[in-house]
């Protein structure tokens, strides 16, 4: 069936207001700002997947445009709801039930009527944006979004809810082990972020601010006190990071989704061990000789630990301490350096894209520098322009490493880690 085209599309500007949600023990109801506020735009909540209409009600007309849209959307059916703190029972609790997390099989519809209240939706980081809704405000949350309401400091609010011919508008809670793989939620992931299993920016994953000093390059290298770096703040420098708990003997199925969603079509698992690996000591300060590559370097850790460091935006070092069902990717481009930690052991899947372009190139040799992936990885994540260069001299380096195909593993390390 052909659908005609909206007459009356979704707006990117208007009065909406939202922002970053500030996780404090204040009430729900309470704006939870952080100071100063973080503004989030009707355009980035549209690239979320957020439809917003302003539809002002005290235009006498303003139940044509609804009309429409319910005709052009297909809505057709709706209720109104009547919220106060003076006529709803139990209206504390009522007003927590709405607040769980949650999502749903079809599009969230809310059209204000009068009065206000707060819808909480998750961002691409699976960070709260509170979204506030006055009246002549229409927000559609799409299916699988996962959300939730409260009633504001005004304890008021009236809204029609619209539905498409059978309302599938029960809502899934998030604490259910089920609803993250619900068809509806996995449908969310791909259309509005183009991939089902995200980065993370929590997790148990450590780093910090490495203190150069002439101990070992095993050691922790930490500050005193120690200066920790956060998942978010790696994230900024173009590190990507999951935990995938490798005890949970489904783990592999979430590595096949990453690697089917990113693209990775070889692999292979290097195990060291000092006691097995010929001139351990040489072969784990080659590791450590910092190095960019013209792909991202994968690693997920199976057992074992190390330490990855990366260079900021000051040239400084983070450390990174990789430990079994950790996986993380460096950026290509990004100056880095491996070494193991004292336990001496780390088992590790190496993934790769089909073309395996991770040769090691060196800081030390003077054209790394001006290297094609190190001056567009400089410009994307440190927001410096590039200097001028050739892309084709970035061609010149022959690729070393082999990779093997998908099933062949269990090798022992010969290459880089
Ligand atoms: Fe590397």
Request: with cysteine.
């Amino acid at each position: 069936m052909v659908q005609s085209a909206a007459t009356l599309l979704p707006q990117t500007i208007g009065p909406l207001k939202a922002w970053k949600f500030n996780p404090t023990d204040e009430d729900q109801r309470e704006l939870h700002q952080y100071s100063p506020n973080q503004e989030v735009t009707i355009a980035e909540l549209a690239q979320i997947g957020v439809l917003y209409w302003n539809i002002d009600v005290s235009d006498e007309k303003y139940e044509d445009k609804v009309e429409t849209i319910c005709a052009e959307r297909q809505y057709k059916n709706r209720d109104v709801i009547n919220i106060r703190r003076e006529t709803l029972p139990n209206y504390d609790q009522k007003i927590k039930t709405f607040f769980e997390e949650h999502i749903h099989e079809d599009e969230e519809i809310r059209f204000i009527l009068e009065g206000s209240g707060f819808f909480d939706v998750r961002n691409r980081n699976d960070e709260w944006i509170r979204v506030a809704a006055t009246a002549s405000d229409m927000i559609i949350l799409p299916a699988g979004m996962y959300h939730r309401f409260t009633l504001d400091t005004n304890n008021h609010i009236k809204a029609m809810r619209l539905f498409k011919e059978d309302p599938q508008w029960t809502p899934l809670n998030r604490d259910n082990p089920t609803t993250d793989s619900n068809k509806f939620r996995l449908e969310y992931l791909k259309n509005v972020h183009g991939a089902t299993v995200l980065p993370q920016i929590t997790g148990p994953l450590l780093a910090w601010r490495f203190n150069e000093t002439n101990e070992d390059q095993r050691e922790l290298h930490q500050f005193t006190p120690n200066q920790p770096v956060s998942i978010p703040e790696l994230a900024k420098l173009g590190v990507l990071y999951w935990n995938i708990d490798v005890q949970n003997e489904k783990f592999m199925d979430t590595v096949e989704t990453i690697c089917s969603e990113r693209k990775y079509k070889n692999r292979d698992v290097i195990n060291i061990r000092k006691e097995t690996l010929p001139n351990y000591d040489e072969k784990i300060k080659t590791f450590f000789e910092e190095h960019i590559h013209e792909d991202e370097e994968i690693r997920f850790i199976l057992d074992g630990s190390g330490y990855f460091d990366i260079r900021d935006k000051n040239d400084s070092w983070i450390r990174v301490a990789a430990k079994a069902s950790d996986m993380i990717i460096l950026p290509a481009g990004m100056y880095h350096r491996f070494t193991l930690d004292t336990s001496n052991y780390i088992k590790a899947m190496r993934l790769f894209k089909e073309d395996p372009q991770w040769t090691p190139l060196n800081r030390a040799d003077v054209a790394t520098q001006s290297n094609t992936f190190r001056v567009s990885y400089v410009k994307e994540f440190h927001g410096v322009s590039p200097l001028k260069r050739n892309s084709e001299e970035a061609g010149d380096v022959e690729p070393l490493g082999k990779a093997v195909k998908v099933g062949d593993a269990d090798q022992v390390a010969e290459a880089a880690v």
